[in-house]
């Protein structure tokens, strides 16, 4: 049971070191900011995901308690990677697209970046 264990942990470990150097190679080989900002949001994430994953692992079937750390650090993880992805993604937007070079939203409110909602809900007249 304990070799299982211990392949299981390996495993995970192995998949780790992988994700994260393929996003560690993205953030410096990628050219510009909307290339590089896939390699620490995605691979690097899912690589700091496979460690947490190996440790749970590890501290609840071979010490023999569950560690809710790593389970609320992968969560806050997963949960603040695609917000930060989101904010540089519209930042970059900002700064660097013009307006006219978006396409239509297809929505009565263009893109959020450039139009604020507005302050009242439409009437449905």
Same mark, same amino acid.
């Given at each position: &049971?304990?070799?299982? !264990?211990?392949?299981? !942990?390996?495993?995970?470990?192995?998949? /780790?070191?992988?994700?994260? $150097?393929?996003?560690?190679?993205? &953030?410096?080989?990628?050219?510009?900011? &909307?290339?590089?900002?896939?390699?620490?949001?995605?691979?690097?994430?899912?690589?700091?995901?496979? #460690? $947490? *994953?190996?440790?749970?692992?590890?501290?609840? $079937? #071979?010490?023999?308690?569950?560690?809710?750390?790593?389970?609320?650090?992968?969560?806050?993880?997963? $949960?603040? /990677?695609? *917000?930060?992805?989101?904010?540089? /993604?519209?930042?970059?937007? #900002?700064?660097?697209?013009?307006?006219?070079?978006?396409?239509?939203?297809?929505?009565?409110?263009?893109?959020? *970046?450039?139009?604020?909602?507005?302050?009242?809900?439409?009437?449905?007249?």
């Amino acid at each position: &049971m304990e070799l299982i !264990v211990e392949i299981l !942990v390996s495993f995970f470990l192995v998949i /780790a070191g992988i994700f994260g $150097l393929v996003g560690s190679f993205g &953030m410096i080989k990628l050219k510009d900011t &909307m290339q590089r900002l896939h390699a620490p949001t995605k691979a690097t994430t899912l690589g700091i995901g496979g #460690v $947490l *994953i190996a440790s749970m692992l590890y501290f609840s $079937l #071979v010490k023999g308690h569950f560690s809710f750390h790593e389970l609320l650090i992968t969560l806050f993880l997963f $949960l603040t /990677a695609a *917000i930060t992805a989101n904010f540089i /993604a519209k930042t970059y937007m #900002v700064r660097n697209v013009a307006r006219d070079e978006l396409p239509e939203t297809g929505r009565r409110i263009g893109w959020s *970046i450039f139009d604020d909602p507005p302050e009242t809900p439409p009437s449905k007249e």
